[in-house]
Each structure stands twice: as structure tokens, then as C-alpha cells.
């Protein structure tokens, strides 16, 4: 577990560092600089999505997934605890709210091979080397959403730690059924959700990529069959 706990507090510094910075910005620059990372993200997404070997395998785990998140309602969850946190933490005028960027944030850290495979490692071999590579480029990328995004980046780590811990701790049994054919689909999905967010981010869209998120799953399932 050291190499989560390694990257959920490069996670926590690299968010500390960009809202004490985000202080010294104009709200105007904040604004475009939300759209211009969503402009980023959306790249990042796409070129995501092209490293998918079987278009049906995305969309059936997008419908699939859909389904699940929508019968869970886990944007209706999500935005109930962030109702909790912003009671302490007043959002300013125009200001993304906890939720988008916790929800941001925590799928961009989460989504890739790099968050599975590095875990796995750590988990079967005690070999957190790429979970260590990964903290560093997630303190850049924390640095730079919590000065846009605010304090939803920062509990995002709560997320990194309970979703790569758990892969981590179970590493044992997922093994035998992440396959890469099954990582490299799952990161398709995954970076589908990250274009999402990006429409979001834009004002493009208001998608509940929450309710989204068990697709990332599905394709462990679909592999095996197709």
C-alpha cells in the first residue's frame, strides 16, 4: 500500500499548492482557464478512445453502464455529499462546484492503464515503481486543477486511495481476468468518460459522468465473451 499512500498525498500537496495560487488569480482568468482545460481534457480523452480494439465492447459497456450507475443514482450521492462539504466551504460566484471537481479530478487519476497496472504490481510483486511515476505526474495535474477547480481536486485523493487500494488488496483475484485486451478496453471506456468531463468543463454539456462510471467495468465481463 506504500505506493498509494504515496501518490494520495502527492495528490493532497500538489492540490494544497494550487488553491493557495488560485488566491492571486482574477475569477475572469479562473473562468477561461476552467475552459481551457477542458479543451485539454477532451484532447486527452480522444486520443484515449482510439486505443480501443472493439467499438461494440465500448458501446455495450456504456450501455450497460449507464444503466447501473442511473439505477444507483451515484451523481444524486455524489452531489449530496458535496452539498455537505460546501456547507463549510462557500462556493464563489461562477465557481465549479465540489462535485465537478471532485468527480474531474478523481477520474482523471483513476482512469488508464498506468492506475491498474502500477496497482496490480504493487499488489502481486511489491513493486510500486510505475504507482510512483504516476504520483508525480498526478501532482502536476493536481496542481493545476485545484487552481481551477478548487477543493473538489483535494478530496479527489480520498478517491485515488479506496479505488487503487482496493485493486491493490484484491490484486489476487483480478489478476486472472484483467487481461490486457481487458485493461486496454477498460481504458477506452475510461477515457470516453474523460471526454465527458471535458464537454462538461466547456459548458458544452451537463452530463452526470458519475452515473457513467460502472461502464469502466463492464469490459472485464464483455472480454471474456468476445
Given at each position: 500500500m506504500l505506493g498509494v499512500l504515496v501518490n494520495t498525498q502527492t495528490v493532497a500537496a500538489g492540490s494544497i499548492l494550487g488553491m493557495l495560487l488560485?488566491?492571486?488569480i482574477p475569477e475572469r482568468i479562473t473562468n477561461e482557464l476552467i475552459k481551457g482545460i477542458g479543451l485539454c481534457t477532451m484532447c486527452i480523452g480522444w486520443l484515449g478512445t482510439l486505443k480501443g480494439e472493439?467499438?461494440?465492447i465500448m458501446i455495450l459497456s456504456m450501455a450497460i453502464g449507464i444503466v447501473i450507475g442511473e439505477l444507483l443514482d451515484l451523481d444524486r450521492h455524489l452531489n449530496q455529499f458535496a452539498g455537505f462539504i460546501e456547507k463549510k466551504?462557500?462556493?464563489?460566484?461562477?465557481?465549479?462546484?465540489?462535485?465537478e471537481g471532485f468527480v474531474t479530478a478523481s477520474l482523471l487519476f483513476c482512469v488508464g492503464a498506468m492506475t491498474i497496472v502500477g496497482s496490480l504490481q504493487a499488489g502481486l510483486?511489491?513493486?510500486?515503481?510505475m504507482l510512483y511515476t504516476k504520483?508525480?505526474?498526478?501532482l502536476?495535474?493536481?496542481?493545476?486543477?485545484a487552481s481551477t477547480l478548487g477543493i473538489?481536486?483535494?478530496f479527489a485523493g480520498a478517491f485515488v486511495f479506496v479505488f487503487q487500494g482496493a485493486i491493490v488488496l484484491m490484486a489476487g483475484l483480478l489478476a486472472p481476468v484483467l487481461s490486457d485486451a481487458a485493461i486496454v478496453e477498460m481504458t477506452c471506456v475510461g477515457s470516453l468518460l474523460i471526454f465527458a468531463l471535458g464537454l462538461n468543463l466547456t459548458g458544452i454539456t451537463k452530463l452526470k459522468v458519475m452515473n457513467y462510471l460502472p461502464a469502466i467495468f463492464i469490459p472485464i465481463l464483455l472480454v471474456r465473451f468476445m
Open positions: 488560485k488566491k492571486g472493439n467499438t461494440l466551504w462557500k462556493k464563489g460566484s461562477g465557481q465549479v462546484s465540489i462535485a510483486q511489491g513493486d510500486c515503481q504520483s508525480l505526474l498526478d502536476v495535474s493536481s496542481f493545476v486543477l473538489g481536486v483535494l
